[in-house]
């Protein structure tokens, strides 16, 4: 029998829909194993200013349709720092913690690694992040939440740019990955989708706009595409192309939030469930993903070090059905 009695979680880095639905997750299913729990309001900066709260069933009531974080999210540059580390580490043992859930991103599990070797506290963390690039698992929290959000305004966006002929580049976020612009771009039957995983792509940007026949055109541009942003490539199409009816919309933060989707919440619950059951089963320093419809556990390891890239096949998708 595993000796943990107390765990704590908390939410870190960007907030993702979902979160609260692992929250609620985790907290119910440590009641419901006997065991205390805390929740840590700001992630490892409240960690280390002491920002702990009790939780029970009651106090995660009706927060699984709400986006955002209850618990709150901050990023910490002094949890990088072994004083950091050591302050975090005192009000975990002042507040008697055996063991800790972080709902996350690489960053947060990065620092959990490196706070699990100082210190002999098992960590276990719950993927959250909309960019859905974490390696191990399918889908992260929030992803498809953030997918319906963009795809929803891709499409009101595509009524007026038929209306008036024009062409809108639409900014989605994705700084190191491309996943929620190709998905986006398949749903939506956009005309071309730039990723920051495809090199090459300002010559097929060229091409096209040389060559099309058509001025009504949707462009999905992910922020960490080897061009530049929206605005950069509307202003170049502009120059070059003399196109009238460029348009751009970013869609920025309206991306994090909202109320999650249905899969998000399914998706969240179950990880919550296994985070803790996984604790109980003297686990520590892993991720828990989600693989061909099964929960999987994956070292922060294998998470942090490998790329989860987009793969040719939806490449592939998407340049066959993008063709007019």
Not at 176 to 191: H, K, S, V, Y
Not at 201 to 209: C, D, S, T, V
Not at 260 to 288: C, H, K, W
């Amino acid at each position: 029998m595993s000796k943990i009695k107390k765990i704590a979680v908390f939410t870190s880095g960007g907030d993702a829909p979902g979160m609260n639905a692992a929250v609620r997750a985790v907290v119910r299913t440590a009641v419901n194993n006997n065991l205390e729990v805390i929740g840590i309001n700001r992630g490892y900066q409240g960690m280390i200013e002491g920002e702990f709260v009790s939780m029970d069933s009651r106090s995660v009531m009706n927060i699984i349709q709400r986006g955002g974080t209850i618990l709150k999210t901050a990023r910490s540059k002094e949890f990088r720092t072994p004083e950091g580390r050591k302050k975090a580490y005192d009000n975990l043992i002042k507040h008697e913690i055996d063991a800790v859930v972080v709902i996350g991103g690489d960053g947060s599990f990065t620092g959990a690694g490196v706070f699990s070797n100082d210190y002999d506290i098992p960590f276990v963390g719950i993927p959250g992040t909309i960019d859905n690039d974490m390696f191990g698992t399918d889908f992260t929290i929030g992803f498809d939440t953030a997918l319906n959000t963009v795809t929803e305004t891709i499409d009101k966006i595509k009524d007026t740019a038929n209306s008036h002929n024009r062409t809108f580049f639409v900014e989605v976020m994705g700084r190191d990955a491309g996943f929620i612009a190709l998905q986006a771009g398949i749903a939506t039957g956009a005309e071309m989708v730039l990723i920051p995983e495809i090199d090459g792509q300002e010559e097929k940007l060229e091409e096209f706009f040389a060559n099309t026949n058509y001025s009504s055109n949707i462009i999905i541009v992910a922020e960490g595409n080897n061009i530049g942003g929206a605005q950069k490539l509307a202003k170049m199409i502009k120059e070059k192309h003399n196109t009238r009816g460029v348009r751009v919309n970013v869609l920025g933060h309206m991306q994090r939030g909202g109320s999650p989707t249905a899969f998000d919440r399914y998706l969240a619950s179950r990880m919550g469930v296994e985070a803790v059951d996984a604790l109980l089963d003297n686990q520590r320093s892993i991720m828990i993903g989600y693989t061909n419809h099964d929960v999987v556990h994956v070292p922060f390891n294998k998470t942090i070090k490998g790329k989860r890239d987009v793969g040719e096949e939806l490449i592939r998708v998407n340049d066959i059905l993008s063709k007019k």
